[in-house]
């Protein structure tokens, strides 16, 4: 008698890899001389990725686009957050008033269930309004000041926290580890940045909490 065909084991699909970050060869083997292993390569590819967009915004086009984006919010959120004014404080006959009861009454059945929600997001828009202020003045910022840098140590003293390497700042005469790869990652973004501004970075870092590890 013969026997049963074998029944066919369905193979699960293979899941789709995440297609490793792009990393210069200078910068890779500046990564590998610190530590060769491929997930610390790709956290730099991720800082040197992330410092490249950020120098970009800083400068030239991509920054006057990058304040006139903000210029724009900060002008609709300091509006918005008017008429939410005028609609919760203002005359029961305003315009606004109305308009408010007529959309919460249709939101909620009621314009009161809509008022402390209104309140709140009234309150975020005055706060955020006056960060895109600030934003703005800072992006005007030159000299020391290098905020693609800061960001970058910032991920970099996580990266080699999570990799359990030490973050020192002197090294004998020469530049330490983690000076010379934020030093290779500003360069990397085609920005020229001394060690010495590179260690500065690195220690002011040093002083606040530390983000995620970049990826």
Same mark, same amino acid.
């Given at each position: 008698?013969?026997?049963?065909?074998?029944?066919?084991? !369905?193979?699960?699909?293979?899941? !789709?890899?995440?297609?490793?970050?792009?990393?210069?060869?200078?910068?890779?083997?500046?990564?590998?001389? #610190?530590?060769?292993?491929?997930?610390?390569?790709?956290?730099?590819?991720?800082?040197?990725?992330?410092?490249?967009?950020?120098?970009?915004?800083?400068?030239?086009?991509?920054?006057?686009?990058?304040?006139?984006?903000?210029?724009?919010?900060?002008?609709?959120?300091?509006?918005?957050?008017?008429?939410?004014?005028?609609?919760?404080?203002?005359?029961?006959?305003?315009?606004?008033?109305?308009?408010?009861?007529? /959309?919460?009454?249709?939101?909620?059945? *009621?314009?009161?269930?809509?008022?402390?929600?209104?309140?709140?997001?009234?309150?975020?828009?005055?706060?955020?309004?006056?960060?895109?202020? &600030?934003? #703005?003045?800072?992006?005007?910022?030159?000299?020391?000041?290098?905020?693609?840098?800061? #960001?970058?140590?910032?991920?970099?003293?996580?990266?080699?926290?999570?990799?359990?390497?030490?973050?020192?700042?002197?090294?004998? &005469?020469?530049?330490?580890?983690?000076?010379?790869?934020?030093?290779?990652?500003?360069?990397?973004?085609?920005?020229?940045?001394?060690?010495?501004?590179?260690?500065?970075?690195?220690?002011?870092?040093?002083?606040?909490?530390?983000?995620? /590890?970049? *990826?």
């Amino acid at each position: 008698m013969p026997k049963p065909a074998a029944k066919s084991k !369905a193979r699960k699909p293979a899941l !789709a890899s995440k297609a490793p970050i792009k990393i210069a060869k200078r910068l890779e083997a500046v990564a590998r001389e #610190i530590k060769d292993a491929d997930e610390f390569v790709e956290h730099v590819a991720g800082l040197a990725n992330r410092y490249r967009r950020e120098h970009s915004l800083a400068s030239g086009d991509a920054q006057a686009e990058l304040r006139q984006s903000l210029r724009n919010f900060q002008k609709h959120a300091s509006a918005l957050a008017e008429w939410l004014q005028e609609a919760n404080s203002g005359k029961a006959s305003a315009i606004e008033r109305k308009a408010f009861d007529a /959309v919460g009454t249709k939101l909620y059945g *009621s314009p009161v269930l809509a008022r402390p929600q209104s309140v709140q997001a009234m309150e975020w828009l005055v706060r955020a309004a006056r960060t895109a202020d &600030e934003t #703005i003045a800072g992006l005007k910022r030159t000299g020391a000041d290098n905020p693609p840098l800061r #960001i970058a140590a910032e991920g970099l003293r996580a990266t080699f926290e999570h990799h359990k390497l030490k973050v020192a700042l002197v090294s004998g &005469e020469q530049p330490s580890d983690a000076v010379r790869l934020l030093v290779a990652i500003a360069r990397d973004a085609g920005d020229e940045v001394e060690p010495n501004l590179a260690k500065i970075t690195l220690r002011d870092v040093n002083r606040r909490p530390e983000p995620h /590890v970049a *990826s």
